[in-house]
């Protein structure tokens, strides 16, 4: 029917003239309006707060149970103090005002001004809370990439110190250059939602903190070959990987920053086949290289379609998501191998998704959608060697640190024995685990000082049969 | 009184037990093993790495009879647990010094 074609060109008119109105839009927008946009908004951080679900249980799945309190324990930690940090410093590290650009700092705490409450803290969108508490929810997501590339090794107190210091200082300082309004923004660099700005900024946390702590024992043979360490819950990754898609609902829709029913439905679409497609083409890219599909290459091919779509996801049509995220897919699979080859030891291949993919996604919005053209490019470019120049060095430095003084690692024999015993003195399987004889396999992990409970904690992997 | 200690394909579990029930054997206990014989191994992908896998999944079953009963179970058992195929596995006879029942303090035979 014509009716149906038509309304939504209308309305789409009438958003750009009142948006050609000038400063009288805040007062264009109902109270009505006001309370659907920060609704949506509320409900977006609760959907970014979902994400740190999906990566507890992923880094769990991809790793040894003699971990998982430890790995639990990291993601549980960074979600406590990345809010913390935020509330404390962050929020006024990222959005600081009037600032040279640079560096700059609105003061400590919380502290709204009685207009925070009301249409014209953000021309009807959301309140200050709101604000804050939508990208508080980023923070913490940021630093909880460095805990999978760095999992099973790491010294956990090492690992509090720095992510403290990654969320409090790097992530919100190297995010005021764009969504603060510093250089990168007055220069027209574009990041819709975070591959750039969380994405790889984590992603360069995590390379950092791989090269500094070397690669698990038993990881890399004498002669160079690639040993594999499976994880040891495929339900949970996959729970995992399903669960950040659910939360990417709220963390690129939220990125509208309103309710503004063409942009957050169009980004949702843009969104959500991104994956699809990331994971799709994951899934048959390692296929043809492994021979047989690996389900954690599929799981993080649709993570990279994620991440790939983010730079620019408001911005993209279906096509070009599609191919966005699919590209995304060949990407990370010949990444985590490249990555391997390298000796550079990441269980979870956090490098693969979020560093790499998350350059591909930025340089994407130069190629693809509404802002293509080689000028935006170069200065998507731009963005990508200043974020990560700024985000490694800083990682690097800290790290650094850190391992001239505390140690960033734990001793070989609480490696062997598994740090759920040596960090946290309790196991995350203490009991004999149930687990059906008919035809089903126990993982095969054999990792030496396992304790029985890695042997038996009752997972099917497909392919596995004894005839 | 003998102890028996089958080593057999996960799958075959169920049948066994039901095959030495109807010959009247009726406890046992049965745990989740790894092993191999002659039986080799296969080659695992995982994230693009090859593994070789040597353990395979097994399941021991462990019972105890008397020294006449011991040939027919173990002739119970290999029927049952046979599929003709590399990888079914083993069953190994042992003597036993003494049997107890920890309820009644039985002793022996009479606590088989």
Request: net charge neutral; aromatic share 10%; with cysteine.
């Amino acid at each position: 029917m014509i009716q149906k074609r038509l309304f939504p060109r209308m309305a789409t008119a009438v958003v750009l003239v009142t948006a050609l109105a000038g400063p009288a839009l805040a007062d264009d927008v109902s109270a009505e309006m006001f309370t659907v946009n920060n609704l949506w908004m509320m409900i977006a951080a609760g959907l970014v707060f979902i994400m740190h679900l999906g990566f507890a249980t992923l880094e769990s799945g991809l790793t040894r149970a003699k971990n998982t309190t430890n790995i639990l324990f990291k993601n549980t930690y960074i979600v406590c103090i990345g809010l913390l940090t935020y509330a404390f410093v962050g929020f006024n590290l990222m959005y600081p005002g009037d600032f040279n650009g640079f560096l700059g700092f609105s003061g400590f705490g919380l502290s709204p001004d009685a207009a925070g409450m009301t249409i014209a803290y953000a021309d009807g969108n959301y309140t200050y809370w709101t604000d804050f508490l939508f990208q508080g929810m980023f923070a913490a997501t940021c630093a909880t990439i460095v805990s999978g590339a760095v999992a099973e090794r790491i010294k956990l107190s090492s690992f509090m110190v720095f992510s403290l210091v990654f969320v409090a200082l790097v992530y919100p300082i190297t995010g005021s250059w764009k969504w603060g309004g510093g250089w990168l923004d007055g220069m027209g660099f574009y990041d819709f939602a975070g591959s750039t700005l969380v994405h790889s900024v984590g992603g360069w946390g995590a390379l950092a903190g791989v090269l500094l702590l070397g690669p698990r024992m038993g990881k890399y043979s004498k002669d160079g070959r690639a040993n594999a360490i499976p994880g040891s819950n495929m339900p949970l990754a996959t729970i995992g990987v399903l669960l950040l898609w659910l939360g990417w609902f709220g963390f690129n829709g939220g990125s509208v920053l309103n309710a503004d029913p063409a942009a957050v439905s169009l980004t949702l679409v843009t969104t959500s086949l991104a994956a699809a497609a990331g994971g799709m083409s994951a899934m048959m890219v390692s296929w043809g290289v492994s021979k047989k599909p690996d389900l954690s290459m599929a799981l993080n091919g649709i993570l990279a379609g994620l991440v790939g779509i983010t730079a620019g996801a408001d911005q993209m049509a279906m096509w070009s998501s599609m191919l966005i995220g699919a590209i995304a897919g060949v990407i990370v699979v010949y990444a985590v191998m490249f990555v391997d080859k390298l000796r550079i030891d990441d269980p979870v291949g956090a490098i693969s998704v979020h560093l790499v993919c998350g350059i591909w996604g930025t340089l994407a919005v130069g190629i693809f959608g509404a802002k293509a053209g080689l000028g935006q490019l170069g200065i998507q470019a731009i963005g990508v060697v200043a974020y990560g120049t700024a985000a490694f060095l800083s990682s690097l430095a800290i790290f650094g640190v850190l391992k001239a003084t505390m140690g960033i690692r734990v001793s070989p024999e609480e490696e062997q024995e598994g740090l759920d015993i040596g960090e946290h003195g309790m196991q995350a399987y203490p009991d004999f685990q149930q687990s059906s004889f008919g035809g089903g396999a126990s993982n095969l992990v054999s990792s030496s000082g396992a304790m029985r409970s890695s042997v038996t904690s009752g997972v099917l992997r497909a392919g596995t049969e004894t005839a | 009184m003998k102890k028996i200690e089958a080593i057999l394909k996960p799958f075959k579990l169920d049948e066994v037990k039901e095959a030495l029930a109807q010959e009247g054997i009726q406890g046992m206990t049965v745990s989740e093993v790894r092993g191999f014989g002659r039986q080799r191994g296969h080659t695992e992908l995982y994230r693009g790495a090859e593994y070789v896998v040597d353990f395979l999944p097994k399941i021991k079953v462990e019972l105890l009879v008397d020294d006449a009963d011991a040939e027919k179970a173990c002739r119970v058992i290999e029927q049952s647990g046979k599929t003709g195929k590399i990888g079914d596995g083993k069953i190994f006879i042992l003597p036993v010094d003494d049997i107890v029942r920890i309820r009644t303090g039985e002793r022996g035979a009479d606590a088989v």
